[in-house]
């Protein structure tokens, strides 16, 4: 899911071809509460999404190599030799790691990232009824998914796909998940699964050192409460690959000049990411489980958005720095 403020926000473009639903509605749903917004995503095909920006890479002259994957790297003199599964050996004045979840050049360089992961399962599965392409769910709640949430997405129009992301919970996703879709749908056909883990931790600093910068989900550029990070990442990708370029020119790569990178990103989402693991650590806590519940129950009973947030501060005025900051808690649901 990409939201298509944020594409605009961070102007990242998302060609027709990949695009699988344009959903306009969002619901979220907790215990016995639920309500809709309007909230347009772009549901994205990811493999095809990954293969057009791989694509626009070469037709900007980058070298793509697939098929083996790096070993190690060593610096050696002003720089780097990477070596690779292959045999293949390349050197380098300046690396940038983007490897995802693994961090492997991140610890190579002896960096460090903040540790705090999403386990995720998502299935696509195919009802034998059509299905309500307009809206997206999430689902939050220990019950559904422990530290995260869970997603109803379609992707076509007897399609859905449905998956959650957890944290420090006991029981695996797949109980999460089949509880689930036992509970809302019936004689689905699974036809594909797909898991993985997302980086919740927050942004890594510093990201960057002599002649290296990570960048994406290796530098924790994922969003805290969301788990989204592409559109944080490509957008990250993009300061990286300018400060890359004057850094070459320049023929310095040392820390001092590669810190513009990191000044960068930092203003663009990782001061928002901070405030995000703010407020899920507030949210995690007893006052906040306190406040969900007081604020579904003025909902409930008819007390409209701005009603409820006016009650809410007059119960608690310490709340009132999460209000002053709306503008950033905005993005944070965009990107
Ligand atoms: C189930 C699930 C659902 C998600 N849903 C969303 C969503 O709806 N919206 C959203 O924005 N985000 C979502 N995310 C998070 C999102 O996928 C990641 O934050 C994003 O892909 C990070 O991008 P990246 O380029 O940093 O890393 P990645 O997309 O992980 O890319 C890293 C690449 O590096 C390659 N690589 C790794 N190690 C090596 C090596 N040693 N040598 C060579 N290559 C290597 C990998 O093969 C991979 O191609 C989801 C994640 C999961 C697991």
Same mark, same amino acid.
């Given at each position: ?17 990949? %695009? ?33 920006? #791989?694509?626009? #890479? ?31 050996? @390349?050197?380098?004045?300046? %690396? ?14 002896? /960096? ?42 379609? !992707?076509?129009?007897?399609? /859905? ?64 409460? @969301? ?11 993009? !300061? ?96």
């Amino acid at each position: 899911m990409l939201t298509i403020t944020g594409c605009r926000l961070l102007k990242v473009e998302v060609p027709n071809h990949v %695009i699988q639903a344009r959903p306009e509605m969002a619901k979220i749903s907790y215990k016995n509460f639920s309500f809709e917004f309007p909230f347009k995503i772009y549901v994205v095909d990811r493999s095809r999404f990954d293969k057009y920006l #791989a694509e626009e #890479a070469v037709k900007a002259g980058a070298i793509l190599k697939t098929g083996s994957r790096v070993k190690g790297i060593k610096r050696r003199d002003h720089g780097w030799v990477v070596s690779t599964s292959s045999g293949e050996k @390349f050197e380098s004045k300046l %690396i940038v790691g983007a490897e995802g979840f693994k961090v492997l050049s991140v610890e190579w360089v002896g /960096l460090k990232r903040p540790r705090d992961n999403a386990v995720c399962l998502q299935y696509e599965i195919e009802l034998r009824s059509p299905i309500d392409q307009n809206v997206i769910e999430c689902i939050f709640g220990s019950d559904v998914a422990p530290g995260g949430y869970a997603w109803i997405v379609p !992707i076509g129009e007897e399609m /859905l796909r449905v998956g959650l992301g957890i944290r420090r919970s006991r029981r695996s996703p797949k109980y999460y998940l089949e509880k689930l879709l036992k509970e809302r749908f019936q004689g689905y056909r699974i036809i594909r699964k797909m898991a993985g883990i997302v980086s919740v931790g927050g942004p890594m600093t510093p990201s960057y050192t002599d002649g290296y910068m990570a960048v994406g989900e290796a530098a924790g550029q994922v969003n805290p409460l @969301f788990g989204m990070g592409c559109l944080s990442s490509i957008a990250c990708g993009r !300061i990286a690959g300018k400060v890359a370029v004057k850094a070459l020119k320049k023929d310095d790569v040392s820390a001092n000049q590669l810190r513009e990178y990191e000044n960068e990103w930092w203003d663009l989402v990782g001061r928002n990411y901070m405030l995000a693991i703010e407020i899920r650590n507030l949210l995690e806590s007893e006052k906040g489980q306190k406040l969900i519940k007081y604020v579904a129950a003025e909902y409930r009973s008819g007390s409209g958005i701005g009603k409820t947030i006016l009650k809410v501060l007059s119960k608690d005025p310490s709340l009132l720095k999460y209000a002053l900051n709306w503008s950033r808690i905005k993005k944070i649901a965009y990107y």
